[in-house]
């Protein structure tokens, strides 16, 4: 089982910029597509961006599209989300997930591992 630890979250002004790391304990079938979500509170929980680690797709929310990118540093097992313009409605939560399949994109249901979360806080 793949244990996903993340960090680098923080208060934040709005239009600042923050890096999300997901560090994973292996790299194997079980990490096919690497995820973040976030979970504000009161609303569901919702896909961000995803990787597929074999490096042929990438995957985005509209609502982070120009602003988030999602990277990673296969030597290190690590995934990264790099946050710039950041808004409030950018506040929640922030959990990383792993899912053995590559066409996981950014269905929560389709992952099946999932890190502690990291606090994200956009606010002047």
């Known amino acids: 089982q793949v244990q996903l630890v993340e960090s680098g979250g923080g208060s934040v002004q709005p239009g600042g910029s923050l890096r999300l790391s997901c560090a994973a304990s292996?790299?194997?079938?079980?990490?096919?597509?690497v995820g973040w979500f976030r979970q504000a509170p009161g609303k569901e929980r919702e896909g961000v961006a995803s990787?597929?680690?074999?490096?042929?797709?990438?995957y985005y929310a509209d609502s982070v599209k120009g602003r988030f990118t999602i990277s990673q540093d296969s030597a290190n097992n690590t995934v990264y989300l790099h946050m710039n313009s950041l808004k409030p409605e950018d506040t929640a939560m922030y959990y990383c997930?792993?899912?053995?399949?590559?066409?996981?994109?950014?269905?929560?249901?389709?992952?099946?591992?999932w890190g502690q979360g990291t606090q994200v806080t956009v606010s002047s």
């Open positions: 292996e790299y194997t079938y079980i990490t096919n597509s």
């Open positions: 990787l597929v680690t074999d490096g042929s797709n990438t």
């Open positions: 997930a792993a899912s053995p399949t590559r066409l996981a994109a950014l269905e929560t249901a389709r992952y099946k591992y």
